[in-house]
């Protein structure tokens, strides 16, 4: 996967995709069409730089993914984490929540997962 973050756009583009998938490239362009106005040639444009950056591929006319929506996120989160806060997770923690509370939930969450990887 290339080494940069999905656009919004390609973001969009891309969930379209996760969910539809397995999808005929024909399809997808009717379906970009309705959902975005793209035109034909700017859904197979982005399909073939998601492509080329390995997260889909397009074999035969049919649309399907090379990684997760899950993997993709869990990559983003830790570029973010490792380009923007020094690869600290704690330093990222502290200034999302400098803003915005965490709700009792989300804390109970953190807990478990700090919990499992102790």
Do not use: H
Not at 47 to 71: D, M, P, R
Not at 79 to 99: C, D, H, P, W, Y
Not at 108 to 115: A, D, G, T
């Amino acid at each position: 996967m290339r080494n940069n973050f999905l656009s919004e756009s390609e973001l969009a583009f891309a969930k379209l995709i996760w969910e539809k998938e397995p999808i005929k490239s024909g399809e997808l362009a009717a379906l970009c069409n309705e959902e975005f106005g793209w035109k034909k040639s700017t859904t197979y444009t982005v399909l073939k730089n998601l492509c080329n950056a390995g997260i889909f591929q397009n074999q035969k006319s049919v649309v399907t993914s090379l990684i997760s929506e899950e993997q993709y996120q869990e990559q983003e989160s830790t570029q973010i984490v490792e380009e923007r806060f020094e690869g600290s997770l704690s330093k990222f923690v502290t200034a999302f929540t400098r803003k915005k509370k965490l709700t009792k939930r989300q804390l109970e969450e953190l807990k478990r997962i700090i919990e499992e990887n102790e």
